[in-house]
């Protein structure tokens, strides 16, 4: 991936600025205490539900941090980040993203997610980091259902410098994937990202709907696609979760973007998500720019939530 250590982090620490502030701040300032009383651990347990982290694994978090209760005041701190690392990590193991393309054909990328969470924006951002990795990405505007979804894409494209193969509003969107596959093919593209429904207007199903577009891609290539994307809105909290759930069930999704980190102060929804899908999170966005797009890291995301402000940009 084209993103150095140093780029990386400051993202990361940007895109946390509001949690880092809110929430988390608070937790910081509580866990200074040199022995921590029942009422601090309640103040703790307060700012973890506050936080979005979720009641099962704020227990878990909990947990970990009354098991010392009497150590010393940065060692409070330090067991829940390294619990919360732990949490983090104990996710599926990631495929390597995007590897390698597949003789005779792209890798395909299949991005899932409902209307509004970013999924179009993130798309665009994907194509350019695997431009600026030395890929060729084409994208296939398979949300034929939700108005001006293909004119986005378009504009996108064209901004990223990706070429967007896309049919009329309301066509069959397993005819789209069919003839951007064959366009990737053609053109010599590695890369295909699949643009998908995040709600039909009709009255089928968008579970099924996601899943004929599997069948159509397994029919083309039986290993495609290689990995299925879901696009998650940070800002959602907890609904999160229920759609994490629900795609993962129909879709088989390999990953998550968590999109709109930027814009909410609960991030530790991440945790919840993690723990409970068994989901690796691959990516995280930080702003709206096209390069607001940052490889996800267990340990540089918890220390981003709770860097003091003299040590952000450090």
Aim: charged share 25%; aromatic share 4%; net charge neutral.
């Amino acid at each position: 991936m084209p993103f150095d250590f140093l780029s990386r982090r400051q993202k990361t620490e940007e895109g946390l600025k509001k949690s880092r502030e809110g929430w988390f701040g608070r937790l910081r300032q509580i866990l200074v205490s040199p022995k921590l009383s029942k009422m601090e651990l309640e103040e703790v347990e307060e700012a973890l539900l506050a936080a979005d982290v979720g009641v099962a694994t704020t227990q878990k978090l909990l947990a970990a941090v009354d098991s010392q209760r009497s150590a010393g005041a940065e060692e409070h701190l330090a067991v829940l980040k390294a619990e919360m690392v732990r949490l983090l990590k104990g996710a599926a193991p990631s495929r390597s993203f995007p590897g390698d393309a597949p003789a005779g054909g792209p890798l395909v990328v299949l991005v899932v997610g409902v209307n509004g969470v970013g999924k179009t924006t993130t798309i665009a951002k994907l194509a350019r980091v695997l431009k600026e990795d030395g890929r060729k990405p084409i994208i296939a505007a398979g949300d034929t259902f939700r108005a001006a979804a293909i004119e986005q894409l378009h504009v996108w494209g064209q901004r990223v410098g990706v070429e967007v193969v896309a049919h009329k509003n309301g066509a069959d969107p397993g005819a789209v994937v069919f003839d951007a596959y064959s366009a990737a093919k053609a053109r010599g593209a590695d890369v295909l990202i699949v643009d998908t429904a995040g709600r039909l207007h009709t009255k089928h199903n968008l579970m099924e709907e996601l899943m004929k577009v599997r069948r159509v891609l397994a029919r083309l290539d039986p290993a495609a696609p290689q990995h299925t994307l879901l696009v998650l809105d940070a800002t959602t909290g907890q609904n999160g979760l229920a759609q994490a759930k629900g795609f993962t069930e129909a879709v088989q999704c390999t990953g998550i973007v968590l999109a709109k980190l930027d814009g909410t102060a609960k991030g530790g929804i991440v945790f919840s998500i993690a723990e409970q899908t068994r989901l690796p999170v691959l990516f995280i966005g930080t702003g709206e720019g096209l390069d607001d797009l940052a490889p996800f890291d267990a340990g540089e995301f918890v220390e981003g939530l709770f860097a003091a402000p003299q040590q952000v940009g450090a």
